[in-house]
């Protein structure tokens, strides 16, 4: 078993001179509540898998309790908005689907909208900043999917992050050197430097306490007032007259309007297995695509051949993110659209990328964020729950008052949109079943890595027969149009053989030795002969898997 590691040292080779001043031994930097927990887990009572140690605490409490999985991911997700505020946050955008006891799947849809008066024509296109905000999901979109699906009360589910807020944690490692990154944006907004700053305008190092009162604050509103406390209320208020006030266009009519949706759940099979998505604004057509094309081609006879198919499917399938209409999605995941593609290409010849200027900047992007959870409990319920503030601490903007950052929405890193209109992301949150029997919750962070991480991890389990364990510690291929990226850095990675055995079969080929650079996984699998969930935590993050025991 692989104990939670304190420290990464590929992310944090960008930040080496701001942590050798944090002079905090590693040991002195953990917290003694997590401690008891690693990045692999086993329980027949259900399992939690998150981004953040606390988070998977809080999700593992109300297993304890007697919730269900959903009690779990709601109260995992509220606890990452306060514990991995660079990630996400009650500002930003939300994705879930829910495999129910009974097979049935469902999906949320809580992604961040433009404003009602937004004009794409006129907007100003920056990379952060107040003209960057939309409408916010996160609140909708966890009230929403505990009143449907939940057996515990917000005031219950939502406590864990009030307390982390309230009392403080200390800040990991990566968590801190992310935080550092972006010192000088966060100095631009007061509600920023007051939350994440301190009043030398310096950032908190690894080892020492946050403390978020502000938030704490906001969250009890939430826990009394549900939704409408963040939509309708004072925080609504303080919200619409922070972005009047600096140049903002969200209103008080804006977030009331707001309203979390029943997301499209997609479903195709992928080599004996049920495997579920969501549409628009998810990825999940794009990921499903990806899969059937996988199934399409020729069973690769070793690593080599199995990094080139995963390739030439990424890239096929990333050529159809501008085709996810109405209309065309029902086609897209199809076998006989796979079947199609693959008559029209061969292993040099895979469509080139479109490069136009209007290409969203989240497309481009070599550094995703996002955070990711998968909750599963006793009944067969599982849940993949993702949510983002897009890049790295969204927007850099908090409002006093309230102590959460804004996600970016506009501007261009998600694209252009009409008013009123949800923004597309490569959020993907995934379900397999097989038979009447649950088997994989998954997502991903990570940007334009996430259906491809999902897709390696998925292909590494069902194809290659391996654990959920080495699935995620194995290495994974990202299509960056004619070049094929290949994670380098894992001590399971590919050797010189290999890497000469891909280029071999005509492409480009870029070594990646960073980590975290290829999306992170958060995944529960089922055993049905066992009846154990496993949770595993990527081995590149911060994160845990715990369990009711």
Known sequence: MKYFRWTSTGYLALFVSFLLACQSSTDQQKPTSETEL?????????????????????????????????????????????????????????????????????????????????????????????????IPGVVAGLTKLLADYGSLPLSTVIQPAIGYAENGYELLPMAAARHHSQQDRLKEFAGSSKYFLKADSSTYAAGELFVQKDLANTLRQIADGGGDAFYKGAIAEKIAQDMEANGGIITQEDLAGYEARDAEVLHSEFEGYDVYGLSMPSYGAITLEILN???????????????????????????????????????????????????????????????????????????????????????????????????????????????????????????????????????????????????????????????????????????????????????????????????????????????????????????????????RVHAVIYNPETKTFTGVADPDWEGAAGAPE
Not at 83 to 102: C, H, K, T
Request: glycine content about 10%; aromatic content about 6%.
């Open 293 to 519: 094309l996988i199934e399409q081609m020729p069973e690769p006879e070793d690593e080599d051949d199995w990094a080139a198919n995963l390739y030439q499917a990424m890239e096929l399938g990333y050529q159809d993110r501008r085709h996810q209409t109405e209309d065309s999605i029902p086609i897209l995941i199809t076998d006989e659209y796979a079947q199609a593609l693959l008559a029209g290409t061969s292993e040099t010849t895979a469509l080139k990328s479109n490069n136009s200027t209007n290409i969203p900047a989240s497309w481009r992007a070599e550094m995703g964020h996002t955070t990711h959870l998968s909750t599963a409990d006793s009944s067969g319920m599982m849940v993949a729950l993702t949510q983002s503030l897009g890049p790295n601490m969204g927007s850099k903007v908090a409002t006093d008052g309230l102590g959460f950052l804004y996600a970016v929405t506009l501007g261009g890193y998600l694209g252009e949109f009409e008013p009123g209109q949800r923004a597309a992301s490569h959020i993907s949150p995934m379900v397999l079943s097989q038979g009447d029997e649950p088997f994989l919750a998954l997502g991903a962070a990570g940007g334009s890595r996430i259906p491809t991480a999902i897709v390696s991890v998925i292909s590494r389990v069902v194809d290659q027969q391996k654990s959920l364990e080495e699935a995620l510690a194995l290495p994974r291929v990202y299509a960056d149009e004619d070049t094929v990226l290949l994670e380098m850095h894992s001590a399971e990675g590919w050797n010189d053989e290999t890497v000469k055995a891909i280029e071999a079969h005509g492409f480009n080929v870029k070594e990646i030795a960073e980590e975290a650079r290829f999306g």
């Open 38 to 134: 690693s990045q692999t887990d086993t329980s027949p009572g259900g399992m939690v898998s998150a981004a953040h140690p606390l988070a998977t605490k809080a999700g593992v409490e109300m297993l304890r309790q007697g919730g269900n999985a959903v009690d779990a991911a709601v109260a995992s997700a509220f606890a990452l908005a306060v514990v991995e505020p660079s990630m996400s946050g009650l500002g930003g955008r939300l994705q879930a689907i829910v495999r129910l006891p009974d097979g049935t799947v469902k999906g949320v849809d809580a992604t961040t909208q433009a404003p009602l008066t937004y004009d794409a024509a006129t907007a100003p296109k920056a990379p952060y900043g107040y003209a960057t905000i939309g």
